[in-house]
């Protein structure tokens, strides 16, 4: 992106009211240069786009006639960025939609033309004021008609905001909600067949989440979001373990098995962050999520789960752990600073412009970037391809606390082959897988 271009972005950022759009920049910028310094196996660079002024995280797309569209949420800006990614190899932001202050921006999805945001509680470590006021509503609904102009048209308050938020069109979007009443996110289905007049439809919570009762799983959260097939919702509950459910009848939801990874594995609080079925293989994905830096904490894990029991679902696998580069100490990825363990996968599946899973898991790894994993074999998965960028340069936003290390957060892989990686501190890369 020319210099020029960027100035016209961080203004526009700095112009933008609430709930107001922003102008829409214009196309016949530069590609933006792709930062040297990266070290990649199986791996190639096709593009990158800084993103100067915004911290793009979560990721989905929209096509609309030849025009492929990328809508993200932000890590350290309030709002949300939509980019042209029509030529992966000149990514372009062109436009930012100005969020709410105070107030965490962070996820999205969409499907049948529309699109859900989440709103959640921002606390001093990313930059809130827990004393300031925020805002109200824990998810806004928005018609992607015109793609270049979201127009809001609905909104739901839980009364304390939502995390991770699923929407596989239809009838149903399916919340990671806090709510007053309880502690940690729990699961809640909401009917928005009226999306102007969204209404509960259920909800579901392991024991030990009311506030008045601490119960075993005091330290559960849904992360989310839930992955939802057929009558089946796939929920990964932090300190509660991975939990399948039937939610034929959404007013009853009905637990049907867990499988619990604390407190052996990682944080109690995120026990279980991330998890994709693969049910080809009667398979589901599991991870956790690093939250201490420089790997203090429990070792956090990831692998595959078999599910060809849903009631009685088992540890299969772990992904091996990713090696230091070339010339690196064994011990780089703990000392280099940041986080050091697994987060986010390849999800969003529903979407027709994301690639089905099959037998390659893609993971984020944050300061061991971007890992492929083989899992043809699933009682012996290998790495097979893994990217690590150059670290960032400048600080968008107050983490890691530490040294100024890459952490890579969110991957997203379209049916075209394109892999998109987004980063705190950083833009977001787009790759290709090059192995067999």
Excluded at 359 to 388: C, K
């Amino acid at each position: 992106m020319a210099v020029q271009t960027r100035s016209m972005l961080s203004s526009v950022l700095r112009a933008g009211v609430a709930g107001v759009f922003s102008g829409t920049l214009g196309m016949a910028a530069l590609a933006d240069p792709i930062p040297e310094g990266y070290r990649a196996g199986n791996v190639e660079v096709v593009g990158y786009v800084d993103a100067a002024g915004s911290s793009p995280f979560k990721m989905s797309l929209l096509q609309a006639g030849d025009t492929w569209y990328m809508y993200t949420s932000n890590l350290f800006h309030r709002g949300w960025s939509i980019l042209d990614v029509t030529d992966p190899a000149d990514p372009k932001v062109v436009k930012f939609i100005e969020g709410p202050e105070n107030t965490g921006t962070w996820q999205v999805d969409i499907a049948d033309g529309l699109m859900i945001t989440a709103l959640d509680a921002l606390s001093a470590t990313w930059g809130g004021d827990p004393d300031a006021p925020h805002a109200p509503e824990a998810v806004l609904i928005w018609s992607l008609e015109d793609p270049l102009n979201p127009r809001r048209i609905g909104s739901f308050t839980t009364g304390g905001g939502t995390h991770r938020n699923g929407y596989f069109g239809g009838r149903y979007m399916h919340l990671a909600a806090n709510h007053p009443d309880y502690r940690g996110e729990m699961y809640m289905i909401v009917d928005i067949s009226d999306p102007s007049n969204p209404v509960e439809a259920g909800r579901y919570q392991p024991g030990g989440l009311l506030q008045s009762d601490p119960g075993p799983y005091d330290r559960a959260r849904l992360h989310g979001p839930a992955d939802v097939r057929g009558d089946l919702a796939f929920l990964p509950f932090g300190g509660a373990g991975f939990i399948i459910t039937d939610i034929s009848n959404p007013a009853n939801i009905r637990e049907i098995s867990r499988l619990d990874f604390t407190p052996l594995f990682g944080p109690t609080h995120l026990g279980v962050h991330t998890t994709t079925p693969y049910l080809a293989k009667n398979l589901a994905i599991v991870n956790g999520e690093a939250i201490a830096e420089e790997c203090q904490e429990a070792l956090n894990f990831a692998g595959l789960v078999d599910i060809s029991n849903m009631s009685q679902p088992r540890l299969l696998s772990q992904f091996p752990l990713p090696q230091p580069p070339e010339g690196e100490p064994l011990d780089y990825f703990c000392t280099h600073g940041g986080r050091f363990g697994p987060h986010n996968q390849n999800q969003l599946q529903h979407n027709p412009l994301v690639k089905n899973q099959d037998d390659l898991v893609y993971l984020t790894y944050f300061n061991a970037g971007l890992r492929i994993y083989d899992i043809s074999t699933p009682i012996n998965p290998q790495e097979v391809g893994w990217f690590l960028p150059p670290d960032p340069r400048e600080r968008r936003g107050p983490l890691p606390r530490g040294a100024l290390a890459l952490q890579s957060e969110d991957v997203l892989v379209d049916i075209r082959g394109n892999i998109f990686v987004s980063h705190k501190n950083q833009g977001i890369w787009v790759l290709r897988y090059t192995g067999e």
